[in-house]
């Protein structure tokens, strides 16, 4: 039969079904009569399956499936630029073809050797089964025909197994759909060929209402042992006749007969091709090496005008390092068929990975949704970002810097002025210790610590260049700042920068010297007096005092002894005015030890003496203008 005599054949055939001579299958499914195989096209009964939609509400996609996956009619309510159309019949040949040798001659999986016919399964899909002979032995298949509850898609995934190697083996998805005429349909790529966002849409021309075709494109669980080939189109019925006739070229950008469907500029859709009676084909090969593949196709529905509805969807940048703890931007940009920006459109962000959630977006003036989010966990992040039914992906790898370095060191008196701490040279406790600078990778925040007991400081950290900065006690004489093992530049007694400190690596002997303390610091009253933190400001090493008064001579006397940075002083004071012991109400610290003897008996006190009363016991002393105590700093060498 000629394309012409075809053309004629199918236009009569369109005008029955637009007149109400529906499937005698999806006949018998509302109600009507059920008709003996003999009376039906090829013998075979298809099973109708819907997506649950009322019949008249836009959207509603109904189709019927026989063996193999395959579909001869449907059942559509759309709404179109004009005309709300209400179970528009629009499919006139979707089938699937298998091409054993890839080299034209393909069949229908429906023609093959049906073993189970279609049957409703429990999961509400439509499953048949077959065989064939491959080119190494027989191929088992499987098909699987599916539409989800509100969906707008129908899914038909085709399992092959053999016991032994599948061999040359090429499968073909075949839609030819007509919406109103036959001839005015127009093509219309979308998305970006051979990513998973690729279909190719049908449409009527002036309702801008009918189909797209697609599949599964990279492997996954939908996609197995196979590779994307391609799609083709060309005007009805020669695609069809090269299918099953001497084969035909598909590839990933497609194979389209321009001759016969011219490409023009449409201001809503782009490039498109047509107008024409368009039938489309993708195509998949099997690993023939392989012994069981699955390939996966669909057919969507689209009930308005796509021109208005999202497009594309990309995001920027499609990859990017961050450091823990910071945030990562991602822009995604939605564009309609004319590549124009959607504003309003709703973009759904999921997150899986490292760092696992989701977002909800919607698109500003731009088409632009800007996605801001922390990671706190180091790993790879895959960002899917979804609007329509257009998707992208993203990949953000979250790092951290590894703290296997350190710098140590010591803030001490240095009371020969070396810069090395030496037994008997104290530390300085609680001296305020502040790291900065930058790792190597990731930006770094300031440490702030302290000296312990002893004056020493350790931090770890990762690689990097670092300044370390002390807070100078205030009470004493800064001496020297020695630079230690990790190298770095002193600026001031307080100050050591630009320490590079290479993984692995411990920097020591970053030292901080005092000599003793400022003169304005110096008397005897702190000599002798408090030992509460709030008379000398600073990091400072108070003295500590014991007296023992005597008082069972004539002359009671009191002897004090200081103890302040390693060295003892014992002095002996004049005798004191006293008609009666002190008074140790209240007192703490106090050793009282008795001795009875026929003649006497002894009273000897030990106490922490208070502000006032080392006062009194000075008293007298500190008029003493000979006296060798004549302020600390005589203690310090």
Request: a negative charge; one cysteine or more.
């Amino acid at each position: 039969m000629d394309a012409h005599a075809g053309q004629i054949g199918k236009e009569y055939a369109m005008a029955m079904l637009t007149r109400g001579v529906q499937a005698p299958a999806r006949q018998a499914a509302r109600g009507g009569f059920q008709p003996s195989l003999e009376a039906l096209e090829n013998r075979w009964v298809p099973v109708f399956i819907d997506n649950g939609l009322a019949p008249d509400s836009v959207g509603y996609f109904g189709i019927d499936v026989g063996d193999g996956g395959n579909g001869i009619s449907s059942s559509v309510t759309a709404q179109g630029n004009t005309t709300l159309i209400t179970e528009g019949q629009w499919i006139f040949d979707y089938f699937q073809y298998v091409d054993v040798g890839s080299d034209g001659n393909a069949v229908t999986l429906q023609s093959t050797t049906v073993t189970t016919p279609a049957f409703l399964d429990t999961d509400g899909s439509v499953v048949s089964q077959g065989t064939f002979a491959g080119a190494n032995g027989d191929i088992n298949w499987e098909a699987r025909t599916s539409i989800a509850p509100n969906g707008d898609t129908v899914f038909t995934e085709v399992t092959f197994t053999s016991a032994s190697a599948l061999g040359d083996l090429q499968v073909i998805s075949y839609l030819d759909e007509d919406v109103g005429g036959v001839s005015d349909d127009i093509l219309a790529p979308s998305g970006t060929a051979g990513a998973s966002n690729f279909q190719a849409f049908t449409l009527d021309n002036p309702e801008r209402v009918g189909f797209s075709q697609g599949g599964i494109y990279s492997d996954g669980t939908q996609q197995v042992n196979a590779n994307y080939d391609g799609w083709a189109a060309d005007s009805f019925s020669n695609l069809r006749s090269d299918i099953t006739g001497g084969g035909t070229t598909y590839t990933i950008d497609g194979n389209i007969n321009t001759t016969n469907l011219p490409p023009f500029d449409d201001p809503d859709l782009g490039t498109v091709y047509g107008p024409a009676d368009i039938t489309t084909a993708f195509a998949w090969s099997v690993d023939e090496t392989a012994n069981t593949a699955t390939v996966t196709t669909f057919l969507r529905l689209l009930s308005t005008d796509p021109s208005q509805d999202v497009d594309s969807i990309t995001l920027e940048p499609d990859f990017q390092q961050r450091c823990t703890d910071q945030t990562a931007t991602i822009t995604a940009t939605v564009l309609d068929f004319a590549g124009d920006p959607v504003f309003g459109a709703t973009v759904d962000f999921t997150i899986t990975g490292a760092n696992p959630q989701t977002v909800s977006l919607t698109t500003n003036i731009f088409g632009q949704a800007v996605l801001n989010y922390t990671g706190t966990n180091p790993g790879f992040d895959v960002i899917t970002a979804t609007s329509g039914n257009a998707d992208a992906t993203a990949i953000v790898e979250w790092i951290e810097d590894p703290i296997v370095s350190s710098l140590s060191g010591q803030v001490f008196i240095d009371f020969n002025n070396d810069g090395i701490r030496q037994p008997g040279e104290p530390g300085l406790a609680d001296t305020p210790i502040t790291i900065s600078g930058n790792t190597f990778i990731c930006p770094f925040e300031t440490v702030v610590t302290s000296t312990d007991e002893n004056g020493n400081f350790t931090v770890n950290l990762p690689a990097g260049v670092y300044n370390i900065t002390i807070q100078q006690p205030a009470a004493y004489i800064p001496g020297q700042t020695i630079v230690g093992t990790a190298g770095g530049t002193m600026v001031n007694t307080s100050t050591i920068v630009d320490i590079s400190l290479p993984a692995f690596t411990d920097g020591v002997n970053y030292n901080f010297g005092f000599l003793g303390l400022r003169p304005e610091f110096v008397s005897k009253r702190f000599f002798f007096a408090s030992t509460t933190n709030d008379i000398i400001p600073g990091n400072i090493t108070l003295p500590e005092q014991t007296a023992s008064v005597d008082l069972t001579g004539a002359d009671p006397t009191a002897t004090v002894s200081t103890q302040f940075l390693g060295y003892t002083e014992t002095r002996t004071a004049p005798p004191v005015n006293a008609s009666t012991p002190v008074d140790d109400a209240g007192t703490t610290n106090i050793t009282t030890t008795e001795t009875t003897t026929d003649t006497s008996t002894t009273t000897e006190r030990r106490r922490r003496l208070g502000e006032n009363e080392v006062d009194e016991v000075w008293a007298e002393y500190e008029e003493d203008e000979d006296s060798e105590i004549d302020d600390v700093a005589e203690l310090l060498p």
